[in-house]
């Protein structure tokens, strides 16, 4: 079965410093693995996405993720952290061979001034 | 595009009321699925579909009725509201035919209170 582990219920990060947001997964294949941000009181938004290809996948708002198959994790990253950063952070993994996604619990960042 | 919507934003039940929360999108996507969020525990899927006149069962079903009788809506039935229920429901949807690369897109979401 598919699964999330997102071991941080919080960030905490100044602003301007470089932020991680840690996730691994868990898939019986090669995975197609995502990262949406949740604002207050709004949906998710879709972040950035890895399919296949180089390790490394830029998306939305400056931020990055690594994916590294040896240590099955797919860790956010973002080189100088805004305050408008702050919400709450998701991963989430398909198994390519199944069409549910599964989520992590989510990751608080909270950036301060 | 109006992308993914849901009614109503808000709704307030009593215990073993019944309701329906509607979905729609016009992207013509195949998927379509719902998830609850409750605090600490992320997304869990609650029912999900992967066309038209074609459901299935995800994570915590029970308590919770799909039907998919036409592409662009998905709504969700609660049979008989239970205070285990109060919850915010988001639906989502995306392109699964070739070429696709299977991010979801989410609606606003429905805040829902079961007293």
């Known amino acids: 079965a598919q699964s999330v582990a997102q071991p941080e219920d919080q960030v905490n990060v100044a602003e301007g410093n470089p932020l991680t947001v840690k996730c691994t997964y868990s898939?019986?294949?090669?995975?197609?693995l995502f990262w949406y941000v949740q604002y207050p009181n709004r949906g998710l938004q879709f972040l950035l996405k890895?399919?296949?290809?180089?390790?490394l996948v830029k998306g939305s708002y400056g931020f990055e993720a690594e994916f590294n198959k040896s240590q099955t994790s797919f860790h956010l990253k973002k080189p100088s952290a805004l305050v408008s950063d702050s919400a709450l952070y998701f991963c989430?993994?398909?198994?390519?061979?199944?069409?549910?996604?599964?989520f992590g619990t989510g990751t608080r960042l909270l950036v301060s001034p | 595009n109006a992308g993914v919507t849901q009614t109503p934003k808000f709704q307030v039940l009593k215990t073993g009321q019944s309701m329906t929360l509607q979905c729609a999108q016009d992207?013509?996507?195949?998927?379509m699925s719902w998830y609850r969020q409750d605090p600490g525990m992320g997304l869990r899927l609650i029912h999900y579909?992967?066309?038209?006149?074609?459901?299935d069962q995800g994570e915590v079903p029970n308590g919770y009725n799909v039907s998919r009788s036409t592409t662009e809506d998905f709504p969700l039935r609660l049979l008989s509201a239970a205070p285990s229920q109060t919850s915010v429901y988001f639906c989502?949807?995306?392109?699964?035919?070739?070429?696709?690369?299977?991010?979801?897109?989410f609606g606003p979401g429905t805040r829902l209170t079961v007293t």
């Open positions: 989502a949807s995306s392109y699964t035919g070739t070429g696709g690369t299977y991010e979801q897109y």
């Open positions: 898939v019986s294949g090669n995975p197609y």
């Open positions: 890895y399919i296949t290809g180089d390790n």
């Open positions: 989430a993994v398909r198994d390519r061979g199944f069409q549910k996604l599964v």
């Open positions: 992207m013509n996507h195949e998927y």
């Open positions: 579909s992967v066309g038209a006149g074609i459901t």
